[in-house]
């Protein structure tokens, strides 16, 4: 499916793809502060890092003056680590004051998300505490000392309840409070968590349980619909179900509906050079084909977009 991102965050993300001046997607040699969150095995992962301008006398005056990330993920995780950036490098943060940037306010700076990609901008919020937490140990800030509980041992102590993603009953506790999360499919786009296989979802000591012990068991009277008609299930698109014709022409559509809009705002566009199964055989032109970020642009914005528009399996090949 095509999701409805904003201007600002297709922007965000098209701007970061291509290298543009001021934005952030690379890595700082040696930073002050280094963090991660997720995996690329569960879809999404982000390296988070920073530099501060030292203060002489106390560490926790030291100011953050430049940021950066390396995403592996969709649109809006490219995104969500740009406005991350961008809000940490125009607040003049410490790496302590860092810490009041919410999730929400990364949405907020993208001028909103998706409900099924929040995940996005809660990983963001998720390295940027790692990221700190590295900070403090390298300048011997004692974060409990100020009051400050980073959640250090969540993945490796406590039960893991969601077994795809490896997230554990300590950590969902503490994101279905802080997030205000209030049922599964809440948690699934917050986190992630249950979005896979969903065998933890009603299992015992699962999503459900964990819900009904921080909020109260929900009410789970049956109630009497009249006049309901259920909508029919239907079959996910896939290369396999799809005739060859049929599967290439999904592909031309996301192509002209979003793909090759976004490349000609920076003077590119794209050619289909030919359809194999799920590989689409590209070859980037205009602009873009002299990019430096070629390989990048192909990746992260006609590939992960055919990939949410067409079928997770589709592969993009440049040639």
Same mark, same amino acid.
């Given at each position: 499916?095509?999701? =409805?991102?904003?201007?600002? /965050?297709? *922007?965000?993300?098209?701007?970061?793809? %291509?290298?543009?001046?001021?934005?952030?997607?690379?890595?700082?040699?040696?930073?002050?502060?280094?963090?991660? %969150?997720?995996?690329?095995?569960?879809?999404?992962?982000?390296?988070?890092?920073?530099?501060?301008?030292?203060?002489?006398?106390?560490?926790?005056?030291?100011? $953050?003056?430049?940021?950066?990330?390396?995403?592996?993920?969709? /649109?809006?995780?490219?995104?969500?680590?740009?406005?991350?950036?961008?809000?940490?490098? *125009?607040?003049?943060?410490?790496?302590? /004051?860092?810490?009041?940037?919410?999730?929400?306010?990364?949405?907020?700076?993208?001028?909103?998300?998706?409900?099924?990609?929040?995940?996005?901008?809660?990983?963001?919020? =998720?390295?940027?505490?790692?990221?700190?937490?590295?900070?403090? *140990?390298?300048?011997?800030?004692?974060?409990?000392?100020?009051? $400050?509980? $980073?959640?250090?041992?969540?993945?490796?102590?406590?039960?893991?309840?969601?077994?795809?993603?490896? #997230?554990?009953?300590?950590?969902? @506790?503490?994101?279905?409070? =802080?997030?205000?999360?209030?049922?599964?499919?809440?948690? /699934?786009?917050?986190?992630?968590?249950?979005?896979?296989?969903?065998?933890?979802?009603?299992?015992?000591?699962?999503?459900?349980?964990?819900?009904?012990?921080?909020?109260?068991?929900?009410?789970?009277?049956?109630?009497?619909?009249?006049?309901?008609? #259920?909508?029919?299930?239907?079959?996910?698109?896939?290369?396999?179900?799809?005739?060859?014709?049929?599967?290439?022409?999904?592909?031309?559509?996301?192509?002209?509906?979003?793909?090759?809009?976004?490349?000609? *705002?920076?003077?590119?566009?794209?050619?289909?050079?030919?359809?194999?199964?799920?590989?689409?055989?590209? @070859?980037?032109?205009?602009?873009?084909?002299?990019?430096?970020?070629?390989?990048?642009?192909?990746?992260?914005?006609?590939?992960?977009?055919?990939?949410?528009?067409?079928?997770?399996?589709?592969?993009?090949?440049?040639?």
């Amino acid at each position: 499916m095509a999701w =409805e991102y904003s201007e600002k /965050t297709k *922007q965000l993300f098209m701007d970061a793809v %291509h290298g543009k001046p001021g934005t952030h997607l690379g890595e700082i040699d040696d930073p002050d502060g280094v963090g991660e %969150h997720g995996s690329i095995s569960c879809g999404d992962a982000m390296r988070f890092m920073f530099r501060v301008k030292r203060h002489a006398t106390d560490p926790t005056k030291d100011v $953050i003056t430049e940021a950066r990330y390396l995403t592996f993920g969709c /649109t809006s995780a490219i995104a969500a680590s740009e406005a991350l950036c961008a809000l940490i490098e *125009q607040g003049e943060y410490t790496p302590i /004051t860092a810490l009041k940037i919410s999730n929400h306010d990364i949405v907020e700076y993208l001028e909103g998300l998706p409900a099924q990609k929040i995940h996005c901008s809660v990983m963001g919020a =998720e390295a940027l505490e790692a990221a700190v937490f590295n900070w403090a *140990q390298r300048r011997g800030v004692d974060l409990k000392q100020l009051g $400050i509980d $980073i959640h250090t041992d969540e993945q490796e102590g406590g039960r893991i309840v969601c077994k795809c993603f490896s #997230m554990s009953e300590p950590y969902l @506790r503490r994101k279905i409070k =802080e997030l205000n999360l209030r049922t599964i499919p809440e948690i /699934t786009n917050a986190v992630k968590a249950g979005g896979a296989c969903m065998s933890c979802h009603h299992a015992p000591g699962g999503l459900q349980d964990l819900l009904d012990e921080i909020w109260g068991p929900a009410d789970k009277t049956l109630k009497v619909l009249s006049n309901v008609t #259920m909508p029919q299930p239907v079959e996910p698109a896939s290369p396999m179900s799809l005739s060859p014709y049929q599967f290439n022409k999904k592909i031309e559509e996301a192509m002209d509906s979003y793909v090759r809009p976004m490349l000609q *705002q920076d003077g590119g566009n794209v050619e289909i050079v030919d359809i194999k199964d799920a590989v689409v055989y590209c @070859r980037l032109v205009g602009a873009c084909a002299g990019c430096s970020a070629a390989g990048q642009t192909l990746k992260m914005l006609v590939e992960k977009s055919l990939k949410e528009m067409v079928d997770e399996r589709v592969r993009v090949i440049s040639v």
